[in-house]
């Protein structure tokens, strides 16, 4: 299992001064440095942390697979298609939101995201669609032409432990269905240290997309630490 940090809110605590400092590209490089598989950025469209140029410099200047994470907007579709990170994820935004608050729509913006996947599939960009563990949602991504997709487990991390166990079996489901529909199986969102043992209870997981959690853990530990602290945990995965 591969891990992909997701640097968003280096460039957060950037955006809070205005200044050009800390800067994500480092922050990349020290996570290349420390192991980590992929680097995940989310250029919103309201641009509260990732800007632009940084998207182009994160895909050019750091050795690391660059994964993009995106709204089905025109205006981002065609940074993206500029840019041809390694893979795209689409993910739903509301700008009132602190963060991605639930998956995609795929059924209720079906053609719209059927269309966005072929042309950043032509422009040869894996794309995956950020979905809550929706059987009936699966399939639909199935039928976009996606090759992946990323479950979002926020539900599962964010419930009282008494909750949590229909969240996982929710979890378990969506990534069974998602396997047997021959889709790649990701996962992100809440995940940290104190949970990251239940999430190994989810089959077929390819790539873990963690941002929130190392960053804050890096401020008093440092990054190189906390993103090899991380792969340490995922070790014990056995899929």
Not at 15 to 24: C, I, K, N, S, W
Request: charged share 25%.
């Amino acid at each position: 299992m591969k891990l992909g940090v997701n640097i968003d809110h280096v460039a957060t605590l950037r955006q809070a001064r205005g200044t050009v400092y800390p800067d994500p590209l480092d922050a990349a490089i020290l996570c290349a440095r420390a192991g980590a598989h992929g680097i995940t950025a989310h250029l919103r469209e309201d641009r509260r942390h990732i800007q632009d140029d940084d998207i182009f410099r994160l895909k050019e200047l750091q050795p690391l697979p660059l994964n993009l994470e995106m709204a089905n907007i025109e205006s981002i579709v065609e940074i993206a298609l500029n840019v041809k990170p390694a893979e795209v994820c689409l993910v739903p935004e509301k700008r009132q939101e602190l963060t991605t608050e639930g998956g995609v729509d795929v059924i209720a913006h079906f053609d719209a995201i059927k269309s966005t996947v072929q042309s950043l599939s032509e422009a040869g960009i894996e794309v995956s669609l950020f979905v809550d563990a929706d059987e009936t949602t699966i399939a639909a991504c199935k039928d976009t032409g996606a090759p992946t997709v990323e479950l979002h487990t926020g539900s599962y991390c964010d419930a009282e432990p008494n909750d949590r166990a229909i969240h996982m079996e929710q979890l378990i489901r969506a990534a069974d269905l998602a396997h047997s529909l021959g889709l790649k199986v990701n996962a992100g969102h809440g995940i940290n240290q104190e949970n990251l043992g239940g999430i190994f209870c989810v089959p077929h997981l390819a790539t873990l997309n963690i941002g929130h959690s190392i960053i804050c853990r890096a401020v008093f530990h440092g990054l190189e630490i906390s993103v090899k602290e991380m792969l340490v945990g995922m070790l014990e995965y056995e899929g």
